[in-house]
């Protein structure tokens, strides 16, 4: 069993669409975030998501969106795509405390086109 | 704010030699700290982490790490690199006003040659 699945696994899209990106977790956490990895690696939070708190990067364009319909599940809406969204982007879940590990899903790679 | 800054954008050991992923961290309060390893197309997976107990933490895969907090460091170490090493390594921080999410440093590649 896949503990955090996240789909697609690609995503092509031209700019200005909207798209979503789903992700589930079976590991009963309470709570999950979005990562975004750019093209050079580099690893930055976008959102957590706990209990219905939403904690928000201040460095995110309000074009992204997470939606959360249950403690297992929080999609990740993109509004009108730029270029510069490429990227890959990650699902995780942890439980509520720092020192706690974070699983990961497997990564949607998104390209903007 | 905490930080992370891992020396090393790429690593490139031979099989069988010492490997040594360098990690500096910044933090106001006494931090948790993490390595994570990423395959090519893969999410990332726990190597191990530092939460406060012992300051030599055994992981996955015959790695380890000490905390050291006069250095501020945790640096990762295999005595002996494996082929199968060849991955991205991510050294990461939680903690403070940041509370569970995962502060990261730029990675490094690590290669094994044969």
């Known amino acids: 069993d896949t503990a955090v699945s996240q789909t697609p696994k690609y995503l092509v899209t031209q700019m200005g669409n909207d798209k979503s990106i789903k992700c589930e977790q079976n590991?009963?956490?309470?709570?999950m975030y979005w990562y975004k990895q750019d093209s050079k690696k580099f690893l930055k939070i976008m959102f957590s998501?706990?209990?219905?708190?939403?904690?928000i990067n201040e460095t995110v364009p309000n074009r992204f969106s997470p939606k959360s319909p249950d403690k297992a599940h929080l999609n990740l809406h993109i509004n009108s795509l730029e270029l510069g969204d490429s990227a890959v982007y990650f699902c995780?879940?942890?439980?509520?405390?720092?020192?706690?590990?974070?699983?990961f899903g497997q990564g949607t790679r998104l390209t903007v086109v | 704010a905490q930080s992370v800054t891992q020396l090393g954008s790429h690593v490139s050991v031979s099989e069988g030699a010492l490997v040594l992923l360098r990690c500096n961290y910044s933090s106001s309060v006494p931090p948790y700290l993490f390595w994570y390893v990423q395959y090519p197309n893969q999410g990332l997976q726990l190597l191990l982490k530092?939460?406060?107990?012992?300051?030599l933490v055994k992981g996955i895969n015959g790695f380890e790490a000490e905390f050291k907090k006069s250095e501020t460091s945790f640096h990762l170490t295999k005595p002996s690199a494996h082929m199968s090493d060849a991955a991205e390594y991510f050294c990461a921080v939680t903690g403070g006003n940041a509370g569970n999410m995962l502060t990261f440093g730029g990675g490094t590649r690590l290669m094994v040659k044969p």
């Open positions: 590991l009963g956490h309470d709570t």
């Open positions: 998501y706990n209990n219905k708190e939403l904690i």
């Open positions: 995780a879940s942890s439980q509520p405390w720092a020192d706690t590990e974070a699983f």
């Open positions: 530092y939460t406060s107990a012992a300051t």
